[in-house]
């Protein structure tokens, strides 16, 4: 089990900007994030591994940036220039030893997530 905590969402007028944080019991191989609105299928976000190498689907690329504190078994996803379509319940993820978008999407740890809402 890695169990995961997310925090940070909330709601922000578009093209505001917010941080979530994603506290984990360790710091496993590949980290990221995914997304669900509602009604809608899970999106994978990104991405980081545990050497820094990233992924980002193209929806959020040049506004998200994906990071890690291998130390802090911390992971973080800076949000910036968000649209309404960027609302969702947002999730952490963790996956040993393989990473992508599809692979965080399937994660087995996961955590209960945190709502994004973005206002037009």
């Known amino acids: 089990q890695v169990p995961v905590v997310e925090s940070g969402g909330g709601s922000v007028q578009a093209g505001g900007s917010l941080r979530l944080s994603c506290a984990a019991s360790?710091?496993?191989?590949?980290m990221g994030w995914f997304r669900q609105a509602l009604g809608k299928e899970r999106e994978g976000v990104a991405t980081v591994t545990r050497d820094g190498s990233t992924s980002y689907a193209d929806s959020v690329k040049g506004r998200f940036t994906v990071s890690r504190d291998n130390a802090k078994n911390t992971l973080y996803l800076q949000m910036n220039s968000l649209k309404p379509e960027d609302s969702a319940m947002y999730y952490c993820?963790?996956?040993?030893?393989?990473?992508?978008?599809?692979?965080?999407?399937?994660?087995?740890?996961r955590g209960q997530g945190t709502q994004v809402t973005v206002s037009s």
């Open positions: 360790e710091s496993t191989y590949c």
């Open positions: 993820a963790a996956v040993r030893l393989v990473c992508g978008l599809t692979y965080i999407t399937a994660a087995q740890y």
